[in-house]
């Protein structure tokens, strides 16, 4: 996760959109639009999960108190982090090691430890329901 994400003055929020199923393509597309106009597209940062159960390995309770941990106490070490959210270091550093197979956390050297970390502040989920095509072959009745 080599992004460290915008520097904006203005926004200092940066947001990690997390989305199922599929990426947003307009998104993607307005982006290589701005880019052949020369223009600097605006910073986003997606990751696109096409398993639920990846989903729901983010959203999980104790991933997610990791994930706010990361962002709000910066913690030093694996075993910092496993004292602050009052867990076995064992268990934390498997979490961990999971958020950074999905892409969300990164460990940095930090002498002989490591340190995990987060470069957003927030996380955007956004599940569709429907799809393009559902929206195609559905017909609204009017009674």
Do not use: C
């Not at 003055?9 to 947003?24: L, Q, S, V």
């Not at 600097?40 to 990751?47: D, G, V």
């Not at 991933?63 to 694996?78: D, H, Q, V």
Request: no cysteine; glycine share 4%.
């Amino acid at each position: 996760m080599a992004n460290t994400g915008p520097d904006d003055e203005n926004d200092p929020t940066r947001t990690m959109h997390i989305r199922f199923g599929r990426g947003n393509t307009e998104r993607v597309e307005g982006t290589l639009a701005a880019l052949d106009r020369d223009e600097t597209p605006e910073p986003y940062f997606e990751r696109v999960f096409r398993d639920e159960d990846d989903l729901h390995r983010v959203t999980r309770p104790k991933n997610l108190e990791l994930l706010r941990t990361l962002a709000s106490e910066r913690p030093e070490s694996i075993r910092e982090t496993a004292r602050i959210v009052e867990r076995d270091v064992r268990q934390v550093h498997r979490n961990l090691t999971e958020l950074v197979e999905l892409g969300l956390v990164e460990f940095e050297a930090n002498g002989r430890s490591k340190r995990p970390s987060v470069w957003y502040d927030e996380i955007a989920v956004e599940l569709e329901l429907t799809t393009d095509e559902d929206a195609e072959t559905s017909e609204t009745v009017e009674a």
